[in-house]
């Protein structure tokens, strides 16, 4: 099994450094999820400043800054409820949580059981870390 050679990061831009400071700047690669591009985006941060590359659209520009700063993400999963008919529901956050947050919305969900029947679209739950849950099927 051949090993690879150790290289210095690249960094985006221009932006030049010591070998000893290339710590001190942080360069993360995502793919962007907002538009149907798809673009690969290097974001850098140095200090306060953000750099976004390969952004095709400000969407683009807005998703890498927002990601490395506050990334946050859509939550689907389903609560348990009281009927043999359907003893599970699909669910859905209203909006983005904080990604750091996630785990602890599941919790809360888990805990949770459902004893009335909802439609589409209904609030199953309310205010989960600012988003609520709502459900995605039908029970009637």
Do not use: Y
Not at 35 to 54: A, E, W
Not at 66 to 76: D, F, G, M
């Amino acid at each position: 099994r051949r090993r690879r050679a150790f290289s210095w990061p690249t960094i985006p831009g221009n932006m030049t450094f010591s070998r000893k400071d290339w710590h001190k700047v942080n360069v993360t690669e995502m793919v962007g999820r907002v538009c149907p591009s798809g673009c690969r985006l290097k974001v850098s941060r140095d200090g306060d400043k953000i750099d976004v590359q390969g952004a095709k659209c400000k969407r683009g520009v807005a998703f890498g800054t927002t990601e490395l700063t506050n990334p946050t993400r859509s939550l689907t999963t389903t609560v348990d409820t009281a009927f043999s008919d359907m003893p599970r529901l699909p669910v859905k956050t209203s909006c983005e949580i904080p990604k750091e947050h996630l785990l602890d919305a599941m919790k809360t969900i888990r805990a949770f059981k459902l004893s009335e029947r909802v439609n589409t679209g209904d609030v199953v739950i309310k205010d989960v870390f600012g988003a609520d849950i709502v459900a995605t099927a039908d029970m009637n």
